[in-house]
């Protein structure tokens, strides 16, 4: 059974920093993303990274300002934070799938089969 199981959230104050963190329970995906999910909004993409050359994309909300990076050796996934605004405020998904699908691992919720539970982020003024 595939697990994937996040990390790290929490409340900060607008202008601050979180790092979010994603155990993968195997090591076979060939893309792993962030997603988030703020109350009566659709799923939107944050960041995703090809895991066999840690090639990344970003969603151009977070661009600047969010970095995803990859622990082989662990099976981590983890997404630093920066520059935090109450509009980045949402139910933080990390996704995995073992298929890239085109030329680059895409930041679109369909192209990923597999879910973690989610950590919620909160930003405040």
């Known amino acids: 059974q595939v697990q994937l199981v996040e990390s790290g959230g929490g409340s900060v104050q607008a202008g601050g920093s979180l790092r979010l963190s994603c155990a993968a329970s195997?090591?076979?995906?060939?893309?792993m993303g962030w997603f988030r999910q703020a109350p009566g909004k659709e799923r939107e993409g944050v960041a995703a990274?090809?895991?066999?050359?840690?090639?990344?994309h970003y969603g151009d909300a977070v661009k600047g300002r969010f970095t995803i990076s990859q622990d082989n050796a662990k099976n981590m996934l983890y997404l630093q934070m920066n520059s935090l605004k109450p509009e980045d405020t949402a139910m933080y998904y990390c996704a995995a799938d073992p298929v890239r699908y085109g030329a680059y691992c895409r930041t679109a919720a369909p192209f990923y089969r597999h879910w973690g539970q989610g950590t919620q982020v909160s930003v405040s003024y």
């Open positions: 990274i090809d895991i066999s050359d840690s090639g990344t």
């Open positions: 195997v090591d076979t995906y060939h893309c």
